[in-house]
Structure formats: structure tokens, C-alpha cells
């Protein structure tokens, strides 16, 4: 009977620190941004998800991988010691009734309450890529929207909100 125990404590302890390593990871951490998830703090786009690699257009994915581009991050943008969850998403519901603007960037934070929606922002456009930007005194991320272009827009946290800056003119509605 004791060997058993012991035999147990050795294999279960070195799962459960392989385990809570990976909890620790930022990749397992987006996993709980699933569609349940996106359904209770993004109602405004029904069938949301994250964007990902494949729904950017063929001719912006092939400089994805080359360009190390990430379309989550984790920043703490309003400097609280407590960093928000940057995400990209789309809305397929509306992409497939070819609705605009069914592109969005969330932001979350955890709280004492759980998760809160701390930003939300249509997209006219699949943005391709997210980076951390040292253009402002607080730390702000660069949203862009074609890759090798100034086609893009920057988010940061002034004056106890988060602004969006945009480095393009929108196109007119016909």
C-alpha cells in the first residue's frame, strides 16, 4: 500500500507542475476566449471568435509568418499592474450575411468580479497585425491593417480612457 502512494505522489506531482506551468502561458491563457466566452461580452458581434491567421486576405497572409505577426497580446496599457488581453476578432455571422464592419479589437482585464470588457472597437477591416508602440508616454499598440504600409491605427490609454488614433483617412460609404 505504500509503495502505491508513492508511486502516485511521483507520477501526479510532475503532471500537476507540467500543468500549472502551461496555465501560466499566454497561449493557454487566449484559450478561454472561445465563442461562449465572446457570445457574453461581445454580444455586439454575434458568432464572434478570434480572428486568426487564415482569415486575413491571401495576399496579406503570406508576410504573417514572416513578419512574426500576432493578432492577441497582453499589455498593460493603463499601467495598473494588472495587464489587458488585446484581441482581434470577427464576427462570422456577419461575414457571411457580408455585413461591414464585422472586424473588431476587445479589450479585457481580469478583476476581483472575473473578466471585464475594458475597450471594444469595429474594424471596417481585417487588421494583420498588433505590436507594442512606444509613441505615446503610456504604452499603446500599433493596429495594422496591410502589411509594409502606414495603413493602420494606434490605441493607447490618456486621461483615464483608451483613444484610438487613426493613421488613414476611412473610405467613403457610396
Same mark, same amino acid.
Given at each position: 500500500m505504500r509503495l502505491s502512494k508513492h508511486l /502516485?505522489?511521483?507520477l501526479f506531482v510532475p503532471v500537476l507542475f507540467i500543468c500549472g506551468c502551461r496555465t501560466g502561458s499566454h497561449e493557454f491563457k487566449f484559450s478561454r476566449f472561445n465563442a461562449s466566452f465572446f457570445a457574453i461580452h461581445t454580444p !455586439? @458581434?454575434?458568432g464572434a471568435r478570434m480572428l486568426t491567421k487564415n482569415d486575413l486576405p491571401p495576399e496579406q497572409r503570406r508576410y504573417f509568418d514572416e513578419e512574426n505577426a500576432k493578432l492577441q497580446l497582453i499589455l498593460d496599457m493603463n499601467q495598473n499592474g494588472v495587464p489587458e488581453y488585446i484581441i482581434c476578432g470577427v464576427s462570422d455571422s456577419m461575414l457571411h450575411?457580408?455585413?461591414k464592419? $464585422?472586424? @473588431?479589437? $476587445?479589450?479585457f482585464e481580469q478583476t476581483e468580479a472575473g473578466i471585464q470588457r475594458r475597450y471594444l472597437q469595429r +474594424?471596417? !477591416?481585417a487588421p494583420v497585425n498588433l505590436q507594442p508602440s512606444d509613441?505615446?508616454?503610456n504604452p499603446s499598440v500599433v493596429l495594422? /491593417? $496591410?502589411f509594409h504600409t502606414d495603413f493602420a491605427a494606434e490605441i493607447y490609454f490618456e486621461d483615464n480612457e483608451?483613444? +484610438?488614433d487613426k493613421w488613414f483617412e476611412e473610405p467613403e460609404e457610396f
Open positions: /502516485f505522489v511521483y !455586439e @458581434f454575434p450575411r457580408d455585413q464592419g $464585422a472586424y @473588431f479589437i $476587445a479589450m +474594424l471596417w !477591416e509613441n505615446h508616454p495594422s /491593417f $496591410a483608451y483613444r +484610438l
